[in-house]
């Protein structure tokens, strides 16, 4: 529909197990080596993320990659079984940190950083790590490796000349979502926000192929296509001063992505909460990150460096979420 279809799929999905493989206690926390809470927070979330570990787990990528030097999914597969297999309390992620100008440019070690970015840089060398050694791969085949078959879904953007009404649609690829709250108080409220029609003036250069002149027009995204973990960013930027929205965005542990569909009809899209990080501190550039996982035991604990506490739902729903982390 509108899609062009892949020439190969890199990864099949059927091979993506959403449920724990096995069942254990918690693994361990993480050394903070100077400012890299805003890594460790990213670091734990991505080895809770049942789908990517159980694949981490089973070494298949490392055993198949010919890969030269730097390589991210190399790098997640040692340190998940180290987090995850080692009797260790604490886990020294020098790895991460030693490569981190492969993953970010603007990756310092010393450095504070953002936690959203990290995982925007993570998920992105994971990837080039899945792609590696897959030359010429066209476009629609690149979003079909185990990072975008777990983390990536489609969004469709419908514009309407507001003139003769002509349609078009064009769709683009996600692996997270980053939400609007400055009017919103929940998740659901930057849900409805974000698929609602936007109108555009004929100023900003919209030409209707129709009317073959600029016009005014309505732009609709809704979520074309679901990933299997729906990565969500609550924009606590307000603006490029680094002053920070504070204020508790209601989040539920059981999220329905239908009503966010191109098509809201059919069966609900349930999702369930399993990761989420936390950002304490008044403005955006200070502060510290912390997190909260649900590990394949099936209980929540607080993960803040090097300490790992078990909590519970009530504690979990109650905090000023950042970053927010559903499977389905």
């Known amino acids: 529909e509108g899609m062009a279809l892949p020439q190969r799929i890199l990864f099949t999905p059927e091979e993506i197990c959403m449920d724990w493989q096995q069942e254990q206690r918690p693994g361990a926390g993480l050394c903070n080596l100077g400012s890299t809470c805003y890594i460790n927070v990213i670091l734990q979330c991505l080895t809770y993320t049942a789908p990517l570990a159980n694949y981490l787990l089973s070494r298949d990528h490392s055993q198949l990659c010919h890969h030269q030097g730097f390589c991210m999914m190399c790098i997640m597969e040692a340190h998940v079984r180290k987090v995850l297999r080692s009797s260790a309390s604490v886990i020294w992620p020098r790895a991460v940190v030693k490569d981190l100008k492969f993953i970010g440019e603007e990756f310092e070690p010393d450095m504070a950083g953002d936690a959203y970015e990290f995982l925007r840089c993570a998920l992105e060398a994971m990837q080039r790590a899945c792609l590696s050694g897959s030359s010429d791969v066209d476009i629609s085949s690149q979003t079909t490796t185990i990072i975008h078959q777990i983390f990536g879904g489609f969004l469709k953007s419908r514009v309407t000349c507001l003139r003769c009404e002509a349609v078009s649609d064009s769709y683009k690829a996600f692996l997270h979502v980053l939400l609007d709250i400055k009017a919103p108080s929940s998740l659901t409220t930057a849900l409805e926000a ?13 030409k ?7 016009v005014t027009a309505s732009k609709r995204v809704t979520v074309h296509h679901v990933p299997k973990v729906f990565t969500v960013c609550l924009e606590r930027a307000a603006d490029h001063t680094g002053k920070k929205i504070s204020k508790i965005v209601e989040y539920p542990e059981y999220l329905d992505l239908r009503p966010y569909m191109s098509d809201t009809a059919g069966e609900p899209l349930l999702y369930s909460l399993y990761a989420l990080v936390v950002h304490s501190g ?31 739902i009530h504690t979990v729903l109650r905090q000023q979420a950042y970053l927010l982390f559903y499977a389905r």
């Open 282 to 312: 008044d403005t955006c550039l200070d502060g510290h990150f912390f997190c909260y996982t649900k590990a394949s035991n099936g209980l929540w604990y607080k993960m803040d460096d090097e300490s790992v506490d078990n909590c519970g």
């Open 194 to 206: 974000f698929v609602t029609s936007k109108k555009m003036d004929g100023k900003y250069g919209l």
């Open 208 to 214: 209707c192929s129709k009317c073959e002149k600029k």
